[in-house]
RNA sequence: GGGGGGAUACCAAAGUGGCCAACUGGGGCAGACUGUAAAUCUGUUGUCGUAAGACUUCGCAGGUUCGAAUCCUGCUCCCCCCA
């Protein structure tokens, strides 16, 4: 094995990179590493609290999968004990704790979809649980010795919540210490976070040094905008991209970040070289629509192939743009000569979630079969031999009536 | 241990006996517009019903009343302050 000059290493490091603490020291590891022959630990820790996977977090995953590239050594912590804390970072409550069957379950989704962005080959999966659940109460109560109470109400989150008269348990504030320990635990030479990590991060380079062990390098990374353009990524505000969604999905809710995104997701989330970021970055300027239509191509490339790319670009162009039937519309068969409501035939279909959703959107001219808008709820259709008719609910709910 | 405040729809938040299926904002959905599933503007937003209307919903369980989200009793949960 051999590792690239540290120039190079560097250069692939840094993208997309918010602040690596400190800069000096990561350099210093990585000549180490070079002279040693010897990869540096990447340590990346998850809480499996919610196990589907999204855009937001593959830009961690992808560092460490550059790191892999590069030659070191990827751990990656399921945070089994951890996730029965619940991290308090950036958070104006305090999370849910999980039941360790929860942990388990959610881990293994979890890591399954990791593999569409790791080198399952290279890397190292460990649960914290090993080496926290043992620890005695006792070597709990040294370890919270190093922090005092001052720097922790410091923190932006707690602070905030503390003056909006929110609770704070302190177990939350135990969790940076949890944390911290699984860094001494591996010996790790680089942690991986957000930049709501830097505090956690942080923590653990203390933890080191009290044990006298050479403390790690924290590398933040941003917090991907949504889709919504304003809000970090996240299930819970519904302005994700999940990286098991289907290929249409993806295409489609790429395209609808804002523009000033078009260039931060080519750099943090698409696996597109280097070297190519400094042109995209005009382009993305110049001519956004474009650009915004590669990078939803890019995303979906990654995750599902070319073929389906490009088949989701189509779908795209043909259901949005051209406001026409897609190709893999339902089909709904109905026996000849008989006679169906259509406010029935959309509620029994499930396109609407309620007679009542279905009428409300008939009045608004939401509902429409071959072109025409069909306001009236009592509307009826008399199925003839032959008949197919296109039908249309909402922006993005089709379906094909056919008679037979 | 003592004192105070609170629980309303997806979220936030008004409402303190009938005009409340419940103001308002956010979100969602739809329409117009658009390179876009963005932005903006407009409308809409419990369930069933073509409709009239009926039914369920304001922490939980009872009660008062012709009538309760609103009053009473008990219970559960939460927050703050003082010690």
Redesign the pocket.
Known sequence: MSFLPVKEQLTVIKRGTTEIVPEEELIEKIKKSRTENRPLKIKLGVDPTRPDLHLGHSVILRKLRQFQDLGHEAILIIGGFTATIGDPSGQNKARPPLSAEEVQKNAETYVNQAWKILDKSKTTIVNNNDWLGPIKFMDVIRLASNLTVARMIERDDFSKRYQN???ISLHEFLYPLAQGQDSVHLKSDVELGGTDQKFNLLVGRDLQKANGQKPQVCLMMPLLVGT??TMKMSKSY?NYIGIDEPA??M???S??I??EQIYPYFELVTDLPVEDLPALKKKAQQD??NT?HELAFTITRMYHGDQAAKDARKH?EKT??QKDIPDDAPILEFKEGTEHRL?DIISDAGLT?????T???MK???VSVDDKKIKD??FSITFAAGDQLNLKV???NFAILKAG
């Not at 979630?353 to 959703?357: A, D, F, H, Q």
Request: hydrophobic share 15%; glycine share 16%; aromatic share 6%.
């Open positions: 008269n929110e609770p919504d353009g519904d249409n999905e295409y489609g809710k395209l609808s804002p523009d956004p629509r915004k795209f949005v743009i406010m979630s309620s007679n009542g959703e009428k409300r959107m608004q001219g939401g709820p009592n909402g922006k993005r």
